[in-house]
């Protein structure tokens, strides 16, 4: 099984900064990585599939980037609503795996 | 827009099972549209990253499940009502997590579509 690990595994950070959350693979997972974002008690939402591409309807100040085993997903201008956890998960084959999360906290 | 609604929240006793249901309305959910879909089944025990447990497209009869639990997870589909089915069998305290079904889309490589999640509580 692909192994995905997420860093940091905690961040907190003030409205309006920059975050950048960094997932690895444990094997080449090319571009198939997709982002999402859990909020407590509800299902993790989708922001970005294929490393780099927003799904539709997620504001632009999200942005994936990276390939192989190396993907980055950064938030510009963070927002009140952006405090929650986040998820990495490859999709390059069956098991999909995924981190372990990241929880942003407001500062 | 295709919506997943699960059945309630469950209490069982170690070594008991639990089956949990996920129901497909709205959009592209009936007839082959639903059996055309690959529909997957991921739990969350507390504090912990989600957990891929296994899928099932039920147009081409595929279910596979994540080898630390075959043998214990079955997962199936009733076209006729357009739901899917996991059931887990031998359940331990381990077992405790919110399971969630989804739609896992081969265009997007990812899960657009999710379950509201279901709580699975094993309690002695």
Request: charged content about 15%; proline content about 5%.
């Amino acid at each position: 099984d692909i192994q995905m690990t997420q860093s940091p595994s905690s961040v907190s950070a003030f409205v309006g900064d920059r975050v950048s959350i960094t997932c690895r693979a444990s094997q080449d997972i090319n571009k198939w990585l997709a982002w999402y974002q859990q909020k407590p008690g509800k299902a993790p939402k989708l922001l970005m599939h294929s490393a780099s591409n927003l799904q539709s309807g997620v504001p632009p100040r999200f942005s994936g980037t990276g390939s192989g085993t190396e993907f980055t997903l950064t938030i510009n201008s963070l927002q009140p609503e952006d405090f929650a956890i986040y998820f990495c998960q490859q999709a390059r084959s069956f098991p999909l795996t995924f981190g372990q999360g990241t929880r942003l906290d407001i500062k | 827009q295709v919506q997943l609604v699960q059945s309630g929240a469950e209490v069982k006793r170690p070594g008991s099972s639990v089956k949990v249901s996920c129901k497909a309305s709205g959009g592209e959910a009936s007839g082959d549209s639903f059996s055309s879909q690959t529909f997957i089944w991921v739990r969350q025990a507390p504090g912990q990253g989600p957990e891929w447990m296994g899928r099932i497209i039920p147009i081409l009869g595929i279910t596979d499940s994540v080898d630390r639990l075959q043998g214990r997870v079955t997962i199936s589909a009733d076209k006729s009502t357009s739901t899917v089915f996991m059931e887990l069998t031998g359940l331990t305290y381990e077992d405790t997590a919110v399971y969630y079904c989804a739609i896992y889309s081969g265009f997007l490589y990812a899960s657009d579509i999710w379950g509201q999640g279901t709580t699975v509580t094993v309690s002695s």
